[in-house]
């Protein structure tokens, strides 16, 4: 696999705010999609948001919408999950993702390449 380095993670409080960053050793273009995914301790893993890369068409779980985005920066071949109004229950062990599928969106087991992951704890 291509390795994909998660960085940006972090202890926040109720209501703040964090950056993830995912850098790709290859060209993000040679994927079709990328995307985050989660990991709570008692819940299931989870597809939080993916992006498809030649389009820039974003997917995101319900319980992230309107709160995180996703984003891509070709020339850094980089990954970005914004995440705002952060709550307790985003408190997960967070992983970054790569797909070459076409129909990926959030379906964990389409993904091929998979990081080592990022903490983000929220304090309420």
């Known amino acids: 696999q291509v390795p994909l380095v998660e960085s940006g993670g972090g202890s926040v409080q109720t209501g703040g705010s964090l950056r993830l960053s995912c850098a790709a050793s290859?060209?993000?273009?040679?994927?079709?999609?990328m995307g985050w995914f989660r990991h709570a301790p008692g819940k299931e893993r989870e597809g939080v948001a993916s992006?498809?890369?030649?389009?820039?068409?974003?997917y995101y779980a319900d319980s992230v919408k309107g709160r995180f985005t996703i984003s891509q920066d070709n020339a850094k071949n980089t990954i970005y999950l914004q995440m705002d109004s952060l709550k307790p229950e985003d408190t997960a062990w967070y992983y970054c993702?790569?797909?070459?599928?076409?129909?990926?969106?959030?379906?964990?087991?389409?993904?091929?390449?998979w990081g080592q992951g990022t903490q983000v704890t929220v304090s309420s």
């Open positions: 993702a790569a797909s070459f599928s076409y129909g990926a969106r959030l379906r964990t087991a389409s993904y091929d390449s």
């Open positions: 992006i498809y890369l030649s389009s820039g068409t974003t």
């Open positions: 290859r060209d993000i273009a040679s994927y079709v999609f």
